[in-house]
């Protein structure tokens, strides 16, 4: 069974597994059926189908209960906490663990109890709840330290340290991840340590501190290697591929990711490669983005030669972007797995557009729109109907581009996604400001706009607004930097912001600072974009006229 989901055969496992409990049913056999019940939990989970998932595991944990086994129950309530974080409920998480923690506390199981309490730091992490996450590990890392179990005591550091993430204390945030890794390394667990250094080099990406990200996983990487760990080996060149797209290399990035898919496909993890997919989909439409802007740059020049080569390597980048996309899709939809499909679609949404098939184009993101409703992800979906709207307001269709954007805006604006919400009043602004006006039609072309985020990516350009007033935005500018550095001090408009005290901490807060009172969803790597305040000012407004 376990053999079957790891080489991604979630079809198979569930049958199998439906199999096993109709004739434990058949048989009256309950600790069978509660076995079977375990088992369709996790291929339903591996099919992200949460929801299936933990009805399976309620119904296990009943089973144990009428049983009277109360270890095997604890075990089963600490899963179906798992499950219902995933699921977003909290409140529901919550108590699953804490029916674990009375039934472990009954047997006098220290370190059992511990466990439970730490499985309770995630329903606290999803409502935000910072504060009780951090007093939740401290408590659980407390029993570990006291039964002297290390291995546990370095999770529980580790899930601190997420918890100083969330509330952006990232200096914190890493102290605890290298506690964490100290321990790994003390007791000789080298997946705990490439484990501890993958968190480590997210927050580094999180951060926009590309370079140390990439530095990080190389470690993390050599430790895999030499273990022959190549799960390990492949997550850590996913996070440098991540870092180096961040960086402006996707040609580094596309060889990297493809080593990794390399990997995974070595040890038949369809999840991980149908991840890869999306990356090396990404990286080419990146590619795309560059050969296009080069190609405009060229407009007038008389090398012809040059713009050939430009030329082709847009054609290549555009085919390897939809082979990326196609068998992403065609993996995920193999395994059942709905949101890796819904990803994938709207990937290839994106590399159809690049092509110039835009009727391809919607159908995929139609189809990635409608997967993402049934699952009741808001933010998902926003980013689809929001290409959506751009692809019919490309190919004329301005009432259903309209009516659609509307959908898109109303959806960003409940999840809080800036980028989404602007990209939707663009398409709304520039269909009504054509009719208000009666103006000529212009020919909307397609541009390769590619976002930070590696699942969605802009598609269609549209007419340029107005845009925010520079004096304000550069008054805006101009406090927020002050506020960050807590100084009254004036700062030139062209010193680079690193040099006047700001640091990679100070940075994340400038920036939130921005997004906040600008409304927009500005880049996690601003500060390395655009160094100074007057190169913010000027990317602020460029972005605002659309």
């Known amino acids: 069974m376990i053999a079957l989901l790891e080489k991604g055969e979630t079809r198979k496992a569930q049958q199998l597994a439906q199999e096993g409990l109709e004739a434990f049913e058949k048989a009256g056999h309950a600790r069978g059926q509660a076995m079977a019940q375990r088992a369709l939990a996790y291929a339903s989970f591996d099919k992200h189908d949460f929801d299936a998932a933990v009805q399976a595991s309620e119904r296990e944990v009943q089973l144990l209960q009428d049983l009277g086994d109360r270890k095997a129950q604890a075990s089963a309530c600490l899963m179906l906490s798992a499950l219902q974080v995933e699921v977003r409920r909290a409140d529901e998480g919550t108590n699953a663990a804490q029916q674990a923690v009375e039934l472990y506390q009954e047997l006098q199981d220290r370190k059992g109890e511990a466990i439970a309490i730490y499985a309770q730091i995630f329903p606290h992490l999803l409502k935000e709840a910072t504060g009780d996450a951090l007093s939740t590990s401290e408590e659980a890392r407390a029993i570990f330290q006291d039964v002297g179990d290390r ?22 945030a890493q102290g605890k991840a290298a506690d964490a890794q100290a321990i790994f390394e003390e007791v000789g667990d080298k997946k705990g340590t490439c484990t501890a250094m993958l968190v480590v080099a997210d927050m580094h990406l999180e951060n926009g501190e590309f370079q140390d990200a990439i530095s990080i996983a190389e470690e993390a990487r050599h430790i895999s290697r030499h273990i022959d760990y190549r799960r390990g080996q492949a997550a850590a060149l996913q996070r440098q591929a991540l870092a180096q797209l961040e960086k402006g290399d996707p040609d580094k990035a596309l060889s ?109 993101a139609t189809e990635s729109s409608d997967i993402f409703e049934e699952l009741g992800n808001d933010a998902e979906q926003a980013h689809a109907l929001v290409i959506m709207a751009e692809i ?17 805006l109303e959806m960003a604006r409940a999840v809080e996604d800036y980028t989404v919400e602007d990209r939707a009043i663009t398409v709304i602004d520039s269909i009504k400001g054509k009719q208000q006006q009666q103006a000529q039609p212009q020919q909307e072309a397609i541009q390769y706009q590619i976002e930070a985020q590696p699942d969605i990516a802009q598609s269609v350009a549209v007419p340029a607004k107005k845009g925010l007033d520079p004096a304000w935005v550069k008054d805006i500018v101009t406090k927020t930097v002050l506020a960050s550095l807590a100084t009254d001090d004036e700062v030139h408009e062209d010193s680079p912001l690193m040099e006047t005290g700001m640091d990679s901490l100070t940075s994340v807060s400038f920036r939130n600072g921005l997004n906040a009172q600008l409304g927009m969803n500005l880049p996690a790597a601003l500060m390395f974009d655009y160094p100074s305040s007057r190169a913010i000012v000027d990317h602020v407004i460029e972005v605002s006229q659309g």
Do not use: P, Y
């Open 256 to 364: 990297l990711a493809s080593d990794a898919r390399k990997l995974c496909r070595a040890i038949l993890d369809k999840q991980g490669e149908v991840n890869l997919l999306n990356t090396m989909a990404h990286a080419s439409l990146k590619l795309c983005m560059q050969s296009d802007e080069a190609l405009k740059a060229m407009e007038g020049n008389k090398n012809s030669a040059a713009k050939k080569e430009h030329a082709s390597a847009l054609r290549r980048a555009s085919r390897e972007a939809l082979a990326h996309a196609k068998s992403s899709a065609v993996l995920a939809r193999w395994m059942s797995d709905k949101v890796q499909l819904g990803i994938a679609l709207t990937f290839l949404a994106q590399a159809h557009i690049v092509s110039g098939h835009l009727k391809e184009a919607l159908k995929s």
């Open 151 to 172: 291995t546990w005591e370095a999770r529980t550091l580790w899930a601190s340290s997420v918890a100083h993430a969330q509330k952006e204390d990232f200096e914190a």
């Open 392 to 408: 019919q307001a490309a190919d004329k269709k301005n009432e259903a581009a309209v009516e659609t954007a509307t959908r898109a």
